[in-house]
């Protein structure tokens, strides 16, 4: 697995869509996913560490798993087919217990960013990447 960070929430106007920027480590390498409105607001909400005064849905979710003792391991990309990437979210219970649950990648990386796990790429992806220069400007 290859550890990745949102760099950023983009604005695509070719297409007029977001997407989120996974980096790694290294700034190597950029794994663009698009995504839909909300769920750039929702995570551009959790990089700018925006607080509201009752919780959002993501932050619900933490809410509710933290109330059951059920924390984030780590979430992952794991693949793409026909255009469209599938994530999991690695949970730990009050018992120990992993559990794997498919996820949309943006709600993995939305509730990653809100309990500060790591998110990982599958190595299988790395030919969805581009070099970092091409897509983030110095």
Known sequence: MIEMYV???AFFEEGGGFAVLLCDKNNKMVLPIF???LEAQSIALALEKQKFPRPLTHDLMVEIMQKFSIS??????????????????????YNNVISVIDSRPSDAIALALRVNCPI???PKLIEFTY????????
């Open 131 to 138: 070099k970092y220069e091409e897509l983030i400007p110095q």
């Open 120 to 122: 990982y790429m599958a």
């Open 7 to 9: 760099k950023n929430v």
């Open 72 to 93: 984030i391991q780590k979430a992952v990309i794991t693949d793409i087919k026909d255009g469209t990437y599938f994530a999991q979210l690695h949970l730990r219970d």
């Open 35 to 37: 995504i839909g409105p």
